[in-house]
């Protein structure tokens, strides 16, 4: 397969043009900084308040007040998870995928953070550790937690196989949003948003640059943990593909548990930490 049909001959300055250096779109040098150093302090002296298990090939719900943690663990075999974002106060506000890509790449770890949705555009989480930080980039160009694939859902399912299939993560997160917000179709479906792909390995091929996934280096006890910035309701999927080593969207694929914990810090040693503002931009009259 091609990536693409040229039809068109090179010009004469084709390789100068190619040869341009590439400028970072938004360089992140003035971004508000995450307070990594009070964060690990606190982190530091956790009590685990309560666990949720998610089953495979189904996805929950769960909140987290803001200035505590929580973290999403592997628990019985490798198993990958895609993760929904919301102000749970206001389910407008939700987690950003493009716009985390822009700020901090394809891939997230520690000390990157879940940006929310126009108008408001503010941090909703900070990723505080990050046990498989030590997989880096691979020879194939794959790493972990990615926010470039959107979710597993039924309609490009139907559309390459003809097939339908509901346990797509789309669909699992669809139904526990509906649950937990009591809106009826289609407003609860429309709040599904693009996710952070929990521990799968994913990239861009080097020839057709097409997304690919393979099998994720996750094993029990590893986990990916969040510092909630603002009020949270959070919802993860069992992706329905286990670890993505074959297939995603299929009842073949060998699938387990994940679990969240919800962490919390001891009084008063975040005193000085504060929900982040909404963004200052005002539209001009």
């Known amino acids: 397969m091609t990536k693409m ?60 007040p803001a200035g505590t943690f929580f973290r999403i663990v592997s628990v019985e075999g490798p198993q990958v998870g895609d993760l929904n974002l919301f102000n749970q106060h206001n389910l407008q506000e939700r987690f950003y995928a493009g716009k985390t890509r822009a700020l901090h790449g394809t891939h997230l770890s520690t000390g990157d953070r879940l940006w929310s949705t126009f108008p408001y555009l503010r941090p909703l989480a900070t990723i505080t550790c990050d ?23 039924p309609y490009t399912h139907r559309l390459l196989s003809g097939q339908d299939y509901d346990h797509c993560c789309h669909s699992n997160l ?5 649950q937990t917000s009591h809106l ?10 693009d996710v952070l792909n929990v521990f799968m390995c994913t990239g861009f091929t080097r020839d057709t640059h097409q997304y690919f996934m393979k099998a994720s280096p996750v094993r029990p006890g590893d986990y990916l943990e969040f510092f909630a910035e ?52 005002h539209h001009p009259d």
Do not use: M, N
């Open 174 to 178: 669809y139904q526990a949003v509906r």
């Open 131 to 153: 046990t498989l930080d030590w997989y880096g980039f691979d020879a194939d160009g794959g790493s972990v937690h990615d926010v470039i694939g959107t979710r597993c859902d």
């Open 184 to 193: 009826p179709d289609p407003q609860a479906e429309q709040l599904v948003h």
């Open 5 to 64: 049909l040229v039809e068109h001959q090179e010009p004469e300055d084709a390789e100068t043009r190619r040869a341009i250096k590439p400028v970072i779109c938004y360089p992140t040098d003035t971004l508000p900084p995450a307070d990594l150093a009070g964060y690990q302090v606190a982190r530091k002296h956790l009590t685990c308040t309560s666990t949720l298990r998610i089953p495979p090939r189904e996805a929950r719900s769960f909140t987290v």
């Open 230 to 281: 603002v009020d949270l309701l959070g919802v993860l999927s069992a992706c329905p593909g286990g670890d993505c080593s074959s297939e995603h969207s299929s009842d073949l694929a060998t699938c387990y548990p994940l679990e969240v914990q919800l962490l919390q810090p001891e009084p008063g040693i975040l005193k000085d930490w504060r929900s982040p503002e909404v963004s200052g931009y």
